[in-house]
């Protein structure tokens, strides 16, 4: 028979084969596993139905924290946000809880005997290697975690792998339950960063965490150009957990009595960032106006201009009139070099609340600062000193508040001390979270803590 020719096809008595009967067996093993695939794909749907109503799987077969206890599966899921139904601004209502809690805690008997381990309030921790920049760790005032966790500043955005681990690691934290909220000390974040020199910017995708977040611990006059709509915050700086009243071998705000040197004290450790986050070309045309229409004396704390080819400042360190320290004096002298001048000048505009403000009030040296700064601007007033616009007015400003200083008419550290600082702070951090999240959900990213979850990036 010829290739083009009709074959006669006869059956086989022996139609199994070795060949077919594999054949069988391959065909009937994948049915089996796609089979198998979709009821536990249906499983596990099931379960993210269920979990919050306790539905458990283990993971591995070990529970992370060592304990044998299977954990939530939602552990596994990326969370939705829980919406928030009350009040955007928790402010006033934060006060009177924290009002509240002072007041059961002075009359506590555990006052009375001097645990004052048990006394409330939060705080920011220091920085720490693990959890990485930009998370903080918020803890009770003698030191113990929370379970709560803070974001300080965008995500890294120049390496890509270590902005996707900072995402994930958040969604990990929300999906266990940890509470995690924003302290907006970071410039315009979460805004949109406007220092040309920066490498931190906010990406459409950290949108969705910026709404996912529990609350705002801001600085801003207008929260809602820089916040998410139907997030609760309250106005509260990182600058105002400072304590007015430390002295210890770190460094002093309370004040020695120190004389005065310098007219005026200007903070900046140069660089491209720092001289456009202090406003460094504010800065020099002021202190040209106010040294030629005054004849003042101006000390530049952070940078060494004997070392800088600045031709705007050079005749005017030349004279006397303006002197300078460099990045590596100690903080504790740095406060001192405060104290030791009558006025502090803050020009900066994106910068949100910096402590040199506070720094100064406590040491009861007045501020002149920029009227469009970020943050900070609620230390201004009165009784602790005076906004400028520009060098068009900062004659007039400054001398204005020469002249209540010479006429006993400001008290910064008194005010500073009567409306911010650390033991308000924290009682109001503290209320802020019991008012935002609840207790509950307070006491159980305590139990978190307790646990002993652990998060490695």
Aim: with cysteine.
């Amino acid at each position: 028979m010829g290739y083009g020719g009709r074959q006669n096809f006869k059956p086989s008595t022996a139609f199994l084969t070795p060949a077919r009967a594999f054949l069988v067996c391959a065909i009937t093993l994948v049915c089996l596993f796609y089979a198998l695939a979709t009821a536990f794909q249906g499983h596990i749907s099931g379960t993210e139905r269920s979990a919050s109503s306790g539905t458990r799987l283990r993971l591995n077969g070990l529970d992370e924290r060592g304990s044998g206890k299977e954990r939530d599966v939602s552990a596994l899921l990326q969370p939705t946000r829980e919406h928030w139904h009350g009040p955007e601004d928790l402010d006033a209502a934060a006060v009177a809880r924290a009002d509240e809690l002072n007041k059961t805690w002075m009359e506590s008997p555990d006052n009375a005997a001097g645990s004052w381990w048990l006394e409330p309030g939060f705080h920011l921790s220091f920085m720490e290697d693990n959890p990485p920049y930009p998370f903080q760790r918020i803890k009770h005032v003698d030191g113990k975690d929370t379970g709560v966790m803070a974001i300080i500043a965008p995500f890294y955005d120049l390496d890509y792998y270590k902005a996707e681990l900072a995402r994930a690691f958040f969604w990990r934290l929300k999906a266990n339950g940890h509470i995690i909220i924003i302290i907006t000390s970071y410039q315009e974040f979460p805004g949109r960063i406007e220092n040309p020199y920066d490498d931190r910017h906010t990406t459409p995708q950290d949108k969705m965490i910026h709404e996912a977040v529990d609350g705002y611990v801001h600085c801003f006059r207008d929260p809602t150009r820089f916040l998410p709509p139907g997030v609760p915050r309250i106005l509260l700086s990182e600058s105002d957990f400072h304590d007015p009243d430390r002295r210890d071998g770190g460094g002093s705000l309370v004040p020695f009595g120190l004389p005065k040197e310098y007219d005026l004290i200007y903070s900046n450790q140069g660089g491209d960032w720092n001289d456009y986050a202090r406003n460094w070309t504010l800065a020099k045309a002021s202190f040209k106006r106010l040294i030629t229409e005054l004849g003042i004396k101006v000390i530049i704390m952070g940078r060494d201009l004997t070392k800088e080819a600045d031709h705007d400042l050079s005749p005017l360190i030349s004279s006397g009139h303006i002197v300078s320290h460099g990045p590596s004096t100690p903080w504790k002298d740095f406060l001192r070099y405060i104290e030791s001048s009558r006025v502090l000048i803050a020009p900066n505009v994106h910068d949100a609340s910096p402590r040199v403000l506070v720094e100064a009030l406590s040491l009861n040296v007045p501020i002149l600062v920029n009227r469009h700064i970020l943050g900070g601007w609620k230390y201004v007033n009165g009784q602790t000193g005076a906004f400028f616009d520009s060098e068009e007015n900062v004659v007039q400003m400054f001398s204005e508040i020469r002249a209540k200083q010479d006429h006993a008419e400001l008290r910064p550290r008194q005010w500073f001390r009567e409306n911010w600082g650390k033991g308000k702070a924290t009682l109001r951090l503290q209320a802020f979270l019991e008012l935002a999240v609840g207790q509950d959900r307070l006491q159980a990213a305590q139990e978190l803590v307790k646990a002993k979850v652990t998060y490695k990036r």
